[in-house]
């Protein structure tokens, strides 16, 4: 069992890899390349903790998954399309209101 564990987490990152060039082709470019990036991060901080067995590096893989997690709920969230208008994404904008 603790040999499949590698293929499940390369299985994981390509799904997130598939599903993130789908969300920057919807044109969400910014939640998806920096979703991107922070899996990169973890990748390599997972090989780092993989490699050390430090409890330091393990602890830093987890809090940056929690992070790829939220980019990744994030993308999903805006992609959807709305629904109390004709099919399109969701868009993030912030109005100014005057004081």
Known sequence: MKRLLP???FVAGVLLI???V???RR???FFAVATAFVLMLQVAIGAAAAITDAAAANGLHVAIA???WSGVL???LLALPRADRASESAR???QKTPV
């Open 92 to 94: 993030l904008e912030m």
């Open 22 to 24: 789908a969300a920057y």
């Open 66 to 68: 929690t992070l790829v």
């Open 7 to 9: 293929y499940a987490a």
């Open 27 to 29: 044109g969400l470019k």
């Open 74 to 76: 994030t993308t999903a």
């Open 18 to 20: 598939i599903f993130l």
